[in-house]
């Protein structure tokens, strides 16, 4: 499985932006896929994760209120809306997809990744 993270970029406080993660491959038995992020000198948290077929989804703490996880499952693609964005959810996002069966916050139970996209909000 290939994942195709884009859409980051350069914004201004309270500006809204929507990464997009398109994958590719052997999706075949892929149920959950997620974005994590890391901030400079940060470890890697948990952003959102959602259920491929339910689309059941779950938020992290850094997730919850402003951001919106969704999936276009035609085109193999989920999305990640960022609204009110603030120079704290400045960071590398990266998306990822796995075989397991949770809507998981661990990076480990996440086979495939994709590489990162910026996104660098100005205060």
């Known amino acids: 499985v290939q994942l195709q993270a884009s859409g980051g970029g350069l914004v201004q406080a309270g500006d809204s932006l929507t990464l997009s993660c398109a994958a590719s491959?052997?999706?075949?038995?892929?149920?959950?896929m997620a974005w994590f992020r890391q901030a400079p000198g940060k470890e890697r948290e948990f952003v959102a994760a959602?259920?491929?077929?339910?689309?059941?989804?779950y938020y992290g703490d850094s997730g919850k209120g402003r951001f919106t996880i969704s999936r276009d499952n035609a085109r193999n693609t989920v999305y990640l809306q960022m609204n009110s964005l603030k120079p704290e959810d400045m960071a590398v996002y990266s998306c990822?997809?796995?075989?397991?069966?949770?809507?998981?916050?661990?990076?480990?139970?996440?086979?495939?990744w994709g590489q990162g996209t910026q996104v660098t909000v100005s205060s």
């Open positions: 959602i259920g491929w077929g339910s689309g059941r989804t």
């Open positions: 491959g052997r999706t075949f038995g892929v149920n959950v």
């Open positions: 990822t997809a796995g075989r397991t069966q949770l809507l998981s916050t661990l990076e480990y139970q996440y086979e495939y």
